[in-house]
């Protein structure tokens, strides 16, 4: 029986399809370290197979591309979700941070809810901390957000919020919270050519009316939340950090910590962003009670210069963002890396 | 840009997958009225297609079988987790049991557990009634089990539990309860022949030692339970109807309501579980509390024998079971059926 994937102790991933009549087969290995698509090699029954790593600890996303067709690994059950499409997922252990640990776990909870806003059922994810289905305590509530392309679901499966934020609060490195996961997207996405169907979608304004006027009015309604600005955080990765910071100035006096990851404002023309929100961005009560703006980037991601500008927008505005700069790129290794950083900061 | 699975007012449902290169591509469709694999066209731009239809509204699973590799749907996101794999999901509306209504919505969490009777992570969904997140009501505990080579996300992806309570509820017709979703297998599962490490195998103790240390004690733990006899009942579905009869047997003073979907007892020989058994067979003060001992499966159903063996036994030892012949056979579309008609039975 074909096994796939299999994790050695030395962090080696091998992966394995059977697929006898395939002309060529190859690992489309998203975050796994080595450029582009890389060729499995076939053997006397039909079995395809690559060794990859050692790795890094953490989920890998991948699927086989069995000649021009994307495949999630027939053998494993394990997947995550995306826009417009799922992928196989896959652990190596042996992080602090994000490893299946034995501590009280929180429980992460599917929710769905009708959008006045677009007219439709939506779905969020919903991470409660240890002991909140039992307890009568409020918590803070921390709104997480995923980039393009992704789900509500990428957050869990392959970004381990879940993991990360048991890890932490048994550390007690970072306070219990309510994390919440929207899912960005209000439509269908793709990064194909204008015409084609296949137009990038971020659809930012669809996203913030459903976020203010359904998603956290829901939460704030069917959740023990503690509702003031000082327990309120939001943050987000590349097309969600974009989003976190609309959101975040829409609402200037709403949110006392800001998160973006691997980003900066999205609009084009961030001249053009600055005039329209001159008032917010004067607004000195809502800088006072702003706790933390933090960016963090990775030095080979392509969002570095966007992030740099944005930076400097708001510190040209008497803000005080802090900036960090790390190693890699834009990869989930680093936004869960930065989730483990940025929650501990929350709600001190 | 492939569109698929395309669902069409009159409840057809169209598959496609880009395949140029493909010799033969199939469906293998679950519950999809039809015998065996149907094999898909190709048209000129090596995009392969079939309708299928009109069915029944409802939750249906599948996956392509291209060249022998078994795919699923590279096109869409949703998507059922088996115990050993993955299928693609799509849902016909027009089920005002089953359908994602405007109706006040429960949520489905994922839970993590330490199990101490098998020394590892295990993993179980919980659904929590509309309320109960900002509420302080104890509720009554249902505990549903997903049949062989399935997984405790099945009851939720294709079975829609979450919306099928969700919809009783809201129309009053079933009480508001938790739903504890477990999961059945403890190891791999395959149906292969004996010795290529493909065996069935049911590992039912392990399971009934984890549901009984630890599932259910973390259970009554964790959330705000009515935690007595006529507030806890269990129901299963094949595999898990045999272990459904097993768990509440082992603990015949327990459970006021328990439910066996299209299944009966699953040992080999039912005269030496009768033997064994005795005592509790006889246990009249646990027959007095039991409320409902339920039986229903469909007349094309290849356990239908063991069903009826199964409720004579009971019937022998002066239990009073209810027995119920449906249409249909082994299929989603009657477990879904079976759950609605079984929940507005708990807790009267």
């Known amino acids: 029986m074909v096994v796939s994937p299999e994790v050695s102790s030395d962090r080696r991933i091998t992966f394995r399809i059977l697929a006898p009549k395939a002309e060529a087969v190859r690992l489309n290995g998203g975050d796994i370290p080595g450029n582009g698509p890389r060729p499995l090699t076939k053997n006397d029954e039909g079995v395809w197979e690559l060794t990859v790593g050692p790795v890094d600890a953490g989920a890998y996303r991948y699927t086989f591309d069995v000649d021009g067709v994307a495949v999630i690994d027939p053998r494993s059950p394990s997947t995550s979700e995306s826009n417009n499409n799922t992928w196989s997922v896959v652990y190596v252990p042996g992080s602090d941070l994000s490893d299946n640990k034995d501590v009280p776990h929180g429980a992460v909870a599917s929710v769905h809810y009708t959008s006045t806003a677009l007219g439709r059922p939506r779905r969020m994810h919903v991470y409660t901390p240890p002991g909140y289905e039992s307890g009568q305590d409020k918590y803070p509530v921390f709104y997480l957000l995923h980039g393009a392309s992704d789900s509500d679901d990428s957050w869990i499966s392959v970004g381990r919020a879940n993991f990360i934020l048991d890890n932490l609060i048994a550390a007690e490195k970072a306070k219990p919270m309510i994390v919440v996961m929207p899912a960005g997207h209000t439509a269908s996405f793709g990064f194909g050519p204008p015409g084609a169907g296949g137009r990038p979608n971020f659809a930012a304004n669809e996203f913030q009316d459903d976020f203010l006027k359904d998603l956290r009015p829901y939460v704030e309604k069917h959740y023990r939340v503690l509702a003031d600005r000082s327990n309120r955080a939001i943050a987000g990765l590349s097309m969600g950090g974009g989003q976190t910071i609309s ?102």
Chains 1, 2 share one sequence.
């Open 247 to 348: 959101i975040a100035m829409e609402r200037p006096a709403d949110f006392a910590y800001v998160g973006v990851f691997s980003s900066g404002l999205f609009q084009r023309n961030l001249g053009d962003w600055e005039k329209e929100h001159e008032a917010q961005l004067a607004d000195s009560a809502a800088k006072e009670g702003l706790k933390l703006l933090s960016f963090t980037t990775g030095s080979e991601d392509f969002l570095m210069p966007r992030t740099r500008d944005t930076v400097e927008l708001f510190k040209k505005h008497d803000y005080k963002p802090v900036f960090k700069e790390t190693s890699g790129g834009h990869t989930w290794l680093n936004w869960r890396a930065y989730l483990g950083e940025f929650a501990p900061q929350l709600f001190r």
